[in-house]
Structure formats: structure tokens, C-alpha cells
């Protein structure tokens, strides 16, 4: 059974940082790109970062120089480490790899 579980989001003051983390587990996560997603209520889900499983990675332009995305093939874990955050990030936080989403994780920012 494939798992993905997020971690990490919670409440920052603006210009602040969070790191989120993606636990895969069931998957072949080394094979597969891993994406990280972002949603508010009433709007489509945002693509914000990917990247292969070589390393390389892509950006929304939106988040480009302040996020960065990673991942550790040995631990199964895909990060995202967001710096800078603005209240514009606030959002619902998905991993996904391959065809399989994680719940999501709540990123809140705000004074």
C-alpha cells in the first residue's frame, strides 16, 4: 500500500520559514518525480515545484529564489523548504508521486 505523508506546515509570521516533508513508503520514490502541490478552497491546485529523480528540479514562478525543493533517495523523503513566505503562500501543501497524493499539510501565513 503506498503512502505519502506530509509534514511540517503550520503557522508562520510573514517572511518567515517552513520546511515540509514528504514520507513515501510502498513506492519506488527513487524512480519516480516527486511534485509539490499547493491549494486554497474555491481554487484549482497550483503546481509549485518538481523534481526528477536525478535531482533536477523546476519551479512555479511565483515561489522561484525562495523555495527549494529536494529529496533523499536513501530516506524516501521528498522536502520543501520555504523561505521568505508570504501571506500569498497560505494553502493546503501536496506531495505527489507518481499517481499517489499525500493528504496535504496546512501552511498559514500570517501576523
Known amino acids: 500500500q503506498v503512502q505519502l505523508v506530509e509534514s511540517g506546515g503550520g503557522l508562520v509570521q510573514p517572511g518567515g520559514s517552513l520546511r515540509l516533508s514528504c514520507a513515501a513508503s510502498?513506492?519506488?520514490?527513487?524512480?519516480?518525480?516527486m511534485y509539490w502541490y499547493r491549494q486554497v478552497p474555491g481554487n484549482q491546485r497550483e503546481l509549485v515545484a518538481s523534481i526528477t529523480s536525478a535531482g533536477t528540479a523546476n519551479y512555479a514562478d511565483s515561489i522561484k529564489g525562495r523555495f527549494t525543493i529536494s529529496r533523499d533517495n536513501v530516506k524516501n523523503t521528498g522536502y520543501l523548504e520555504m523561505n521568505t513566505l508570504k501571506p500569498e503562500d497560505t494553502a493546503v501543501y501536496y506531495c505527489?508521486?507518481?499517481?499517489?497524493w499525500g493528504q496535504g499539510t496546512q501552511v498559514t501565513v500570517s501576523s
Open positions: 510502498g513506492i519506488r520514490f527513487s524512480m519516480n518525480v
Open positions: 505527489r508521486v507518481g499517481l499517489f
